[in-house]
Structure formats: C-alpha cells, structure tokens
C-alpha cells in the first residue's frame, strides 16, 4: 500500500531547500514516532483484552493507575474511608495544594517504569 500524500512529500524533499527539507523531515520523524506510539497503545490493549484477566483480580503491579486504585479500593475499605475523612477535615485547599505538590512526583513515578 502506498499513501499518495507521504509520496508527494518525497517528492517534496527532492525538491525544496536545504530549511524546509529539515522541517519536512522533522514532521515525517514525528509522525512515524506517533503512529508507533497508536500501534503499541493498539497492541497493549488487545492484549489486556485478550488475556482473560478480570481487571478486579489483577495484582496491584498491573493495569493504570485508575485500575490498581478501584483494586486498592475494594481490597482495603477501612483505608479508604480513613482517607476520605481525613480529606474532609483537612479541607478543599489543603487537598488541591498537596495535589499540586504530589503531581509532579506522580507523573515522574509513572514516566520511570
């Protein structure tokens, strides 16, 4: 199968200045670098699905974030609740500034594994 846009950006690259070949080439790496991004995220789901694992009975080293906290969740209530009256009486800014504070960590914890 052959895109014709991809071609007539080849054709592109033949023809344009030294500048613009860069900037085309940039693009084209991107979007290489994008699709096998989509591909992998495709390939990862159909997995999952396919496993035949319940998202409940996966260990807490698996799945998204999102998923191992429902997990988390339903395996230790007592924590949950601790934690939600502890929200309460700490209040909404005390929870959005330890939030702002907290992120960052989070995000860099996920980046790294």
Do not use: W
């Amino acid at each position: 199968m052959t895109n014709p846009s991809k071609d007539a950006e080849l054709q592109l690259l033949q023809v344009t200045d030294p500048e613009a070949r860069d900037v085309l080439q940039r693009i084209q790496t991107q979007r290489e670098r994008i699709d096998g991004r989509r591909l992998a995220r495709q390939q990862a789901m159909a997995l999952r699905r396919d496993s035949g694992v319940a998202h409940a009975a996966s260990p807490l080293g698996q799945g998204t974030l999102v998923e191992r906290l429902v997990v988390f969740g339903r395996e230790h209530p007592v924590v949950c609740a601790g934690l939600v009256g502890i929200g309460l009486l700490v209040g909404p800014r005390k929870l959005i500034r330890m939030a702002t504070i907290a992120m960052p960590i989070v995000m860099k914890l996920r980046r790294s594994h």
